[in-house]
Nanobody, 127 residues
Framework: VQLQASGGGLVQPGGSLRLSCANS????????VAWFHQAPGKEREGVAC????????FYLETVKGRFTVSRDKINNTVNLQMDSLNTADLGVYYC?????????????????????WGKGTQVTVSS
C-alpha cells in the first residue's frame, strides 16, 4: 500500500476543497480509509473514516455536515469533500488505512490502528 493524498490548497473561509487519496501500490478495495487532520502545533486527529464493508462513514463531531468521505471505485480513490471551511480546518491532511484489508473503522473517525500512511496535503484557509 502506497498512499498519496492530494487536492489541498488555499481557500477562503466558507469555501470548499476536495481531497483525494490514491493507492499507487494497488487497490483500496477491502480497506477502511481514514482522513486525519494535523493543525499547526497540534496532534494529528482523525476526522473521517470510511468502512471497507458498506462504505458507512464516521465523522468527528466538528466536521459533521461539512465533510463527506466517499469511495470512487472507478478511479481507485477515496475522497474527502470539505465544505464551509473555516480557519480551524487549516493544516495538513493525511489519509491512512489499517495494516490489513478487512479491518474496520471501529465506528471512530480515526479508525483503530492505522498501518499505512500517505504523505499529507496542505490546506490553508485564509481571507
Amino acid at each position: 500500500v502506497q498512499l498519496q493524498a492530494s487536492g489541498g490548497g488555499l481557500v477562503q473561509p466558507g469555501g470548499s476543497l476536495r481531497l483525494s487519496c490514491a493507492n499507487s501500490g494497488g487497490t483500496l478495495d477491502g480497506y477502511a480509509v481514514a482522513w486525519f487532520h494535523q493543525a499547526p502545533g497540534k496532534e494529528r486527529e482523525g476526522v473521517a473514516c470510511l468502512a471497507y464493508s458498506d462504505d458507512s462513514a464516521f465523522y468527528l463531531e466538528t466536521v459533521k455536515g461539512r465533510f463527506t468521505v466517499s469511495r470512487d471505485k472507478i478511479n481507485n480513490t477515496v475522497n474527502l469533500q470539505m465544505d464551509s471551511l473555516n480557519t480551524a480546518d487549516l493544516g495538513v491532511y493525511y489519509c491512512a488505512t489499517p495494516p490489513y484489508q478487512y479491518l474496520g473503522c471501529f465506528q471512530r473517525p480515526g479508525g483503530n490502528v492505522m498501518g499505512n500512511w500517505g504523505k499529507g496535503t496542505q490546506v490553508t484557509v485564509s481571507s
